[in-house]
């Protein structure tokens, strides 16, 4: 009896939990060997050989219990660790999280691939839209006109120019634009900054589409060819405009007086007459006007600068239609 009280009063069970607590959650778990220490009784004489052998063999089984519960709490605990590593690996965005993530991605672009061009695409819904690129299907037609487009996006863009929306204002002066990208390239003009240069001459570019349209100066290349007839151009816009002239679209009307235009800049300037609006101003006097060219010429009275010269007699002249009423002059004469 006082063997099991001493066993009982031992501190061994909480010497293997404290040393399970400094293991700092071991990588591969072990079972933990219990160590007794031989207990002997201080006084031998009182008990006889029998009791002994019965009291060494409830030791022995007592022992094996508690290594039993321990390394079941031990196993637990481990267990416990593990998942909230787990958990906390993954709220870091863990090697292994993203590794699994990448290989699944990998996967789902192999179940989609195109078969006209093999180009992948990580959902089948985004496959399906580029597979309208090869039959040329447009299921999404435009409310005010019969143009129709691959995506429901493209479309409602599309109908700006029917409605007018121009939903990106600049924060400087208020102007609105109809595209995000046309409100970047417009901050421009207010940083003044131009980020693109030619390699060849040294001209600075607002875009770099401005940029690659330039180079074409250089390299005499003109990849855009009229659908109508031989022209080709090393602009699309150019090549647009041009096509127009074949089939006399006026797709830019204007809302006041019904006034149709083939492009949308003369649209714009056109508006400015009953708007009234003058947004160009002089940067000598009060003056302000409709069109930066009628600036431009205004501002040449300020300068002095006469551009457009006769070449007979050396006179200069501000307008170019004042050099050629001018020259009637000297055709006359001769």
């Known amino acids: 009896m006082r063997r099991r009280e001493q066993r009982e009063d031992g501190d061994l069970t909480s010497s293997e939990k404290e040393m399970q607590l400094k293991s700092d959650r071991m990588v591969e778990f072990e079972f933990i060997k219990v160590e007794i ?20 063999q409830t030791d022995h089984m007592e022992k094996n ?30 090697l292994m999280d993203k590794s699994k993530q990448q290989k699944k991605t990998d996967k789902e672009k192999t179940d989609c691939v195109c078969l006209e061009c093999e180009k992948s695409f990580t959902t089948a819904d985004n496959l399906k839209r580029h597979q309208m690129i090869h039959n040329g299907e447009k299921p999404y037609k435009c409310s005010y006109c019969e143009k129709s487009f691959t995506q429901a996006i493209t ?7 029917h409605t007018g929306e121009k939903p990106y204002r600049c924060p400087q002066c208020g102007e609105s634009f109809r595209y995000k990208t046309y409100l970047t ?40 060819a009229c659908a109508f007839c031989e022209n080709r151009f090393s602009r699309p816009d150019d090549c647009k405009r041009h096509q127009k002239t074949h089939t006399d679209e006026r797709d830019h009307v204007c809302s006041e007086c019904g006034k ?7 649209l714009k300037k056109h508006q ?8 160009y101003k002089c940067s000598y006097c009060e003056k302000s006007f409709t069109h930066s060219s009628n600036l431009k010429t205004h501002e040449l009275i300020h300068t002095g600068e006469r551009p457009y010269y006769c070449p007979p007699c050396q006179k200069g002249f501000i307008r170019l239609n004042s050099l050629e009423n001018h020259m009637k002059k000297h055709q006359k004469s001769s």
Not at 155 to 161: A, N, P, Q, Y
């Open 65 to 94: 219990e508690q290594r039993a519960r321990l390394n079941e709490e031990v196993e637990k605990d481990f267990k416990t660790q593990r998942i909230k590593d787990r958990e906390r690996c993954g709220k870091r965005g863990g």
């Open 37 to 56: 220490d031989d207990l002997t009784d201080p006084e031998p004489s009182r008990i006889n050989h029998a009791d002994a052998k019965v009291t060494e």
């Open 155 to 161: 479309m409602r863009v599309h109908e700006r120019i």
């Open 185 to 224: 390239y417009h901050l421009h003009v207010h940083t003044g900054e131009k980020p693109f240069t030619c390699t060849q001459c040294g001209h600075d570019f607002k875009r770099a589409s401005g940029l690659k349209q330039h180079m074409r100066i250089h390299t005499h290349e003109k990849v855009y």
């Open 260 to 266: 149709s235009f083939t492009r949308a800049d003369h």
């Open 272 to 279: 400015r007459i009953h708007t009234g609006e003058k947004p």
